[in-house]
């Protein structure tokens, strides 16, 4: 029950039914408020219990400084909390555990249960092994069941022995997008009451459901394990930038063009930690659809959040997919009451404003490693001469030109080249150079969540094929829409047939090319490759194209909507400028241009208003958690406390809680702390933890063998998340990882000074030398350390290694916050410096004092660095709030919830 200070509870009638909400206007300055920061307001009014959340906090918001920098910390209780199994397995994991070590402690393990829903889809799993045929999709997820038995056992047992948690089995979508389509409630009804639909997420693209106005966002799975026992999220009331939308998308463009455009222009501006919110007359013009893309890019450019407010628009969507005529009625009306419905032409305050005219939007792409490096597509080609040769040797001939001309136009002179000779299975041959498009992928749910340019990509399908046009040879051409909406639309419009015939088969129905599951190239592809050391590509519909992420074949990466995937599919090659030179000829021999097979905005309209309907959301929708014969045959322990299997490869019962007292142990200063690795700028969670493929000769890898796993039988990174022995040995062993320590070096590698000379070890076997000498271990990193997805494994991974603090030139939210989870000291150098300026060579031997100030229940602003080495500075400490401090001091946040909870 809420305090209800401000007299705030009041009744909201709708139809035949009446609810509870609390009333936004009973706050004095809540007019003036973004969006967002209304859904905050709310919910402090309907929690407030005078302890952890009070009148002076919801004063707090109702006075908001939008010019003041963040100081004023919040307790933020979400709704609901979704997952995606690889970060949803190790979150049950954790609970199963947590369970066992309440018991220990003498405590009622039942109160170990979500007291929120909680949901979790499986969507990470499929790999997309075949392609290119009508059986890709069943054989794949055959596979599937076969690698992932254990886990999806696991999640099974998860579901009957936790109240509030349902699991959307494999083969149905892509998390983000089941969630828009059938989970988002947008306005939530529960216990009588009615308030703004608010959750957070296990992956960091959960932003996309803010394009349906429900404020979330992704966190570790660490901070949403809490979330589902009850503890609020411990945030800063933060400031909030403005992005104007005027104007309309002009023909030809779209909103993949629209969000590389803003992901470009938000992460110039720098949106870090802050909330993005869209207002102006462009936003009424922008489709839920297009706004959802908008939404799911959020972690691109950096921001909390990138929410739209609600409207007719948002109604039109819940309609559209099904949800019932009460439920609409319901947020209609809500959003009217308490002034959360779009006013086009209202400004609210922002702390920040940028605007952005629609029709100045131009076809773009992004890569060849980052989301923001935005490049206009009529200069890609140009940009890719440029961009390539910083991923081949300095040596080669230059100029040549890379294919045939019947094949593709000729490469501009002065690119570096080196043809390579591929025998296909049937005999035949082509030749492939640096830029071969290797892997074109229709994925993630980003862009598959929108029809418009899914219905483009599949016409661009048609058109080519009508030309007599198909793939190059050499392309592993996949598709993976986010729910079968997709294909049901495709069906009903005839498509299908021609997407298969340029080779875009479905291959399942998750995220693959975009986590990292595009599976192996083509054999004779891969060895081609490899032997020749090519600078190939690949190009997807995704929001990640870091590197070492999407096949460990392919060096550069690029981000592009549907039909540019097909087009470039087409051509093959990104030495292609696929804005003027021809993707190949016709049946007479003649040359067909983008433009040739590139829909009208009017096709497009008309496919997708023909094609697309509420029944289908209906039918795909109508069962959604029961799973097919081969989930439900799935045998499962029974019990509130799992059965762990010793000879489990993929879960495991972890070590947080061993040893583990109801007192906390005072925080300690560090001392005598060796660098385990000392790392560049933009250093991404998939540098840290990757989720692609297991090397064979990685510790991982080894582990696997030694418990009598074939090399096939690895599965992914992401796949193990369950099984921390795992995980500690994937920490840092990113294929693309430059560790400075050892230069000259890629992957999981770094010196190991418990051995004279410190000679040139992998990480994990370093981390274990270090520990039995009990020395502790400290990373040093650049810019931006930790952007990319909500990993909570990067920062267990880190902590299991033996890291007890990490030294960045600045931090993604997420990442900093999953440090302080597992009572690792997050630190930044002082502004201005970095290693390099301070003389850092990762040698040193570092001492970390002032730490010790935490036990006194003050939280110091810096602590003292020394080395061995006469480098001294004072290290600016990242814990932010005083509840982060809380998990600080418990040792981390599990271990801090689980404590709370036993003394309840």
């Not at 973004?34 to 009014?45: F, H, I, M, T």
């Not at 407030?48 to 002076?56: H, K, M, P, S």
């Not at 419905?341 to 131009?362: G, H, I, N, Q």
């Not at 990104?574 to 829909?599: N, R």
Request: aromatic share 8%; glycine share 10%.
């Amino acid at each position: 029950m809420s305090a209800n200070s401000f007299d705030a509870r009041s009744t909201l009638r709708v139809g035949d039914e009446s609810y509870e909400i609390f009333k936004l206007d009973k706050v004095e300055g809540s007019a003036r408020l973004p969006y967002s920061l209304k859904v905050l307001l709310e919910n402090l009014l309907r929690t407030e219990d005078g302890a952890n959340i009070t009148a002076d906090h919801i004063r707090a918001i109702g006075g908001w400084d939008s010019q003041a920098q963040p100081s004023q910390e919040i307790q933020f209780t979400p709704a609901r909390v979704i997952m995606q199994d690889f970060t949803g397995v190790p979150c049950v994991v954790d609970l199963a555990t947590m369970r066992e070590a309440v018991k220990e402690l003498g405590g009622d393990p039942a109160k170990i249960n979500p007291l929120a829903p909680a949901e979790l889809v499986i969507d990470h799993s499929v790999i997309a092994d075949k392609f290119g045929t009508k059986d890709a999709f069943g054989q794949n997820v055959e596979l599937e069941y076969g690698r992932n038995k254990e886990r999806y056992q696991f999640l099974r047992w998860g579901q009957t022995a936790f109240d509030e948690f349902k699991v959307v089995p494999p083969g149905t979508g892509i998390v983000h997008q089941v969630n828009i389509e059938h989970l988002a409630r947008t306005v939530m009804v529960r216990n009588g009451q009615a308030y703004p639909d608010t959750l957070v997420g296990t992956d960091s693209h959960t932003t996309m459901v803010n394009g349906l106005g429900v404020l979330g966002w992704g966190v570790g799975g660490i901070e949403a394990e809490a979330a589902m026992l009850g503890q609020p999220v411990s945030m800063l009331i933060p400031r909030v930038v403005g992005f104007k939308l005027t104007g309309e998308l002009k023909p030809g463009t779209t909103a993949t063009d629209l969000v590389l455009t803003i992901t470009e222009m938000l992460r110039k501006h720098g949106v870090v930690g802050k909330f993005v919110e869209f207002y102006g007359e462009g936003v009424a013009a922008t489709s839920l659809a297009n706004r959802a893309t908008i939404g799911n890019m959020s972690p691109e450019f950096g921001s909390t959040a990138a929410i739209f407010p609600i409207d007719d628009e948002t109604l039109n969507y819940l309609r559209l997919t099904g949800r019932d005529a009460q439920q609409v009625a319901l947020v209609e009306a809500y959003a009217k009451e308490q002034g959360l419905w779009l006013d086009p032409k209202a400004e609210p305050d922002f702390s920040e404003k940028l605007e952005l005219d629609l029709s100045t939007v131009v076809p773009s792409i992004a890569g060849p490693k980052r989301p923001q490096d935005r490049i206009v597509l009529a200069n890609a080609a140009q940009q890719f001469a440029q961009d390539v040769r910083n991923y081949v040797s300095d040596d080669e001939e230059a100029g040549k030109e890379s294919f045939p001309a019947s094949d593709a136009p000729a490469s501009s002179n002065g690119v570096p080249t080196k043809p390579t000779t591929v025998t296909a299975p049937d005999g035949s041959t082509y030749e492939i150079d640096h830029g071969a498009v290797t892997v074109a992928a229709i994925t993630s749910c980003t862009n598959t969540s929108n029809p418009y340019v899914m219905v483009a990509a599949a016409l661009v399908a048609k058109k080519a094929v009508e030309k007599g046009l198909t793939r190059k040879p050499w392309v592993k051409t996949t598709l993976a829409p986010g729910s079968k909406v997709v294909t049901d639309y495709f069906d009903k419009a005839g498509l299908t047939p021609y997407l298969d015939k340029v080779g875009f088969n479905l291959v399942g129905y998750g995220c693959t090319t975009c986590i990292g599951n595009s599976g192996p190239l083509p054999e004779e592809v891969s060895k081609a490759v490899n032997d020749n050391d090519l600078a190939v590509t690949s190009v997807l519909s995704g929001n990640r194209n870091f590197e070492g992420r999407i096949n460990p074949d392919v060096k550069m990466n690029y981000l592009a909507s549907p039909p540019l995937v097909v087009a470039y599919a087409i051509a093959g090659s990104m030495k292609v400028d696929i804005t003027k030179d021809a993707l190949g000829t016709d049946q007479d021999g003649k040359p067909v241009f983008l433009a040739d097979i590139w829909p009208s905005e009017a096709e497009v309209n008309d496919v997708v208003a023909n094609a697309i309907g509420e029944d289908m959301f209906n039918k795909s929708y109508q069962d959604v958690f029961a799973g097919d014969a081969q989930w439900q045959a799935l045998p499962i322990p029974t019990g509130n406390t799992f059965e762990w299997d010793s000879e489990s490869t993929y879960v495991r019962k972890p070590p947080y809680f061993e040893g583990m007292t109801m007192e906390t142990t005072p925080v300690e200063d560090i001392t005598g702390a060796r660098v385990l690795a000392k790392l560049g700028d933009s250093v991404t969670t998939d540098h840290i933890s990757p989720a692609g493929a297991i090397k064979a000769d990685t510790p991982a890898g080894k582990y696997l063998t030694e418990h009598g796993i074939e090399r096939r039988d690895f599965n992914s990174y992401g796949s193990r998340r369950g099984n921390h022995e795992v995980m500690i040995r994937g920490t840092f062993a990113n294929i693309r990882l430059r560790n400075q320590i050892a230069p000259g070096t890629e992957g999981g590698y770094t010196r190991d000074f418990t051995q004279a000379d410190g000679p040139v070890s992998f990480i994990y076997d370093a981390s274990q030398n270090y520990q039995a000498a009990g020395t502790p271990l400290a990373i040093l990193a650049g810019k931006e350390y930790g952007s990319g997805s909500s990993r909570d494994w990067a920062a267990k991974g880190t902590a299991l290694l033996g890291v007890k603090a990490v030294i960045a030139e600045s931090y993604e939210r997420i990442h900093r916050s999953n440090l302080i989870g597992m009572g690792v000291l997050p630190l930044q150098f002082p502004e201005g410096q970095n290693a390099e300026t301070l003389g850092l060579t990762g040698e040193e031997t570092f001492s970390f004092t002032g730490v010790t100030e935490l036990n006194n229940g003050t939280t110091p602003r810096t602590v003292k660095v020394t080395t061995d080495t006469g480098v001294e500075f004072d290290g600016v400490v990242r814990i932010d709030t005083p509840g982060e401090a809380d998990y600080y001091r418990n040792g981390g946040i599990l271990q801090y919830v689980l404590r709370s909870l036993i003394r309840k």
